[in-house]
């Protein structure tokens, strides 16, 4: 079994880039170093970022990051000017680590 550091050199899709704010982009890469600080040997190839305004009236962007092995969920709201609707995979392939719309995958 492989175990998934995501550490390496990282890379964003040109859709992240142009539709994801900035600070969202860099509290997901956090969650993933927390995520793989806390469980470093068992931290799935594939982290999976549910994206959606938040429902408490504060415009703020509600990121649903989850795993699927071993199974994994947490919500996070974080400030954000545009929040938007979109699922973000980031993929550790052993060689680098990747951030991309899922419907660029």
């Known amino acids: 079994m492989a175990i998934y ?33 806390r469980q470093p040997t068992t931290t799935d190839y594939l982290q999976i970022f549910s ?28 400030p954000c000017e545009q929040p938007i609707f979109t699922k973000i995979y980031v993929i550790d392939d052993q060689t680098h680590i990747t951030m991309l719309l899922a419907e660029e995958y």
Do not use: C, N
Request: net charge negative.
């Open 5 to 37: 550091s995501f550490k390496g050199r990282r890379y964003k899709t040109r859709g992240v880039h142009e539709t994801v704010e900035v600070g969202v982009q860099m509290a997901m890469w956090q969650m993933v170093d927390d995520l793989v600080g």
């Open 51 to 78: 994206l959606s305004v938040a429902g408490d009236g504060s415009s703020g962007q509600k990121i649903v990051h989850s795993q699927e092995q071993p199974e994994y969920e947490a919500t996070h709201v974080i």
